[in-house]
C-alpha cells in the first residue's frame, strides 16, 4: 500500500469511528479525494470496510446487518425516485416534516431545494445524514436505542420527543401494503414510532413503490383509509 493510500485509510478508519456511517460523497470531501478513488480505496480494504447502499461503514457492521439495508437501497431505485419525484410538491416552507427510515426516503431528502426551510424529524442515520447537507433544514432526531438492522433509533424519548411537535406532514414508508391489511413494516420498533408520528401529522403520505403492494409484513402500523395520500411510481393509488 503507497503512503497516500495509507494515509487515507488511517483518516478512513478515525472518520468512521467517530460517525459510524459515512457517506461516499462525505467521505470524500473528508479526504479531498473523488467519490471513485474512495470506491477502490474501500474496495481494496474490504477486511476494514463495506458500502452499505451510497454509504461506508466498518466492515464488522455490514456483517451484523439481518436487514442487508445495502441491497435493499439498490433495489426498484428507479421506482423509489419516480415515487419521490411525485411527492416533493408536498413540502412547503416553513413546514415541519416527518420523515421516516427505510431506502425511499432519503430519494425525498435528496430533492428538496437548497432554499426550503423546514423543521424534519426523523430517527434513521441515512436519512438524517442526507438532511444534514440541506442548508435552511432544522433537524430534529429522535434518539433512542440503535437498530443496525435498519440504521434507526427507537425508545421512550423519542416518541415524548414526537409528543411535543406538532407536524404538517408525515411521510411514511411501509415494507407491506395490503388493501385489507394495511401498511405493515419488518420491525416492531419502527411501527410504534410511525403510529406516533401519524397521530401527530396534519396530513399522512405512504410512499411505496409497486413491488411493497400486495405484501404483507409482522409489524402492523396504520390501516389503508387513515393515508390521506399513497404514492407509487404509478400515480396515486386509492385503496378505499
Do not use: W
Not at 426516503?105 to 435528496?110: A, G, Q
Not at 414510532?193 to 396530513?203: E, G, L, P
Amino acid at each position: 500500500m503507497d503512503s497516500r493510500r495509507g494515509r487515507r485509510i488511517a483518516v478512513l478508519s478515525e472518520a468512521l469511528s467517530q460517525h459510524r456511517i459515512l457517506h461516499i460523497k462525505n467521505a470524500a470531501e473528508i479526504l479531498g479525494v473523488s467519490e471513485m478513488t474512495v470506491r477502490r480505496d474501500v474496495s481494496a480494504n474490504a477486511d476494514q470496510f463495506a458500502f452499505l447502499g451510497g454509504h461506508i461503514v466498518a466492515a464488522i457492521e455490514a456483517e451484523n446487518d439481518p436487514y442487508e439495508i445495502s441491497r435493499a437501497a439498490d433495489s426498484h431505485a428507479t421506482a423509489k425516485r419516480q415515487v419521490c419525484t411525485q411527492a416533493i410538491d408536498y413540502i412547503h416552507d416553513d413546514d415541519t416534516v416527518f420523515f421516516d427510515c427505510g431506502t425511499t426516503l432519503p430519494y425525498l431528502v435528496d430533492l428538496l431545494p437548497d432554499q426550503i426551510h423546514i423543521t424534519a424529524i426523523c430517527y434513521a442515520m441515512n436519512v438524517a445524514d442526507r438532511l444534514t447537507r440541506k442548508p435552511n433544514v432544522r433537524l430534529v432526531m429522535l434518539g433512542g436505542l440503535y437498530h443496525p438492522a435498519s440504521a434507526s433509533f427507537s425508545g421512550a424519548t423519542g416518541l415524548e420527543m414526537l409528543d411535543q411537535l406538532v407536524i404538517n406532514v408525515a411521510f411514511l414508508s411501509a415494507a407491506g401494503v395490503d388493501a385489507r391489511r394495511g401498511a405493515t413494516c419488518a420491525h416492531f420498533h419502527e411501527a410504534e414510532i410511525k403510529k406516533k408520528a401519524m397521530s401527530r401529522a396534519r396530513k399522512n403520505i405512504l410512499l411505496a413503490d409497486s413491488s411493497k403492494i400486495g405484501k404483507l409484513k409482522p409489524a402492523f402500523f396504520s390501516d389503508m383509509k387513515s393515508f390521506d395520500v399513497v404514492i407509487t411510481e404509478n400515480g396515486m393509488n386509492d385503496f378505499d
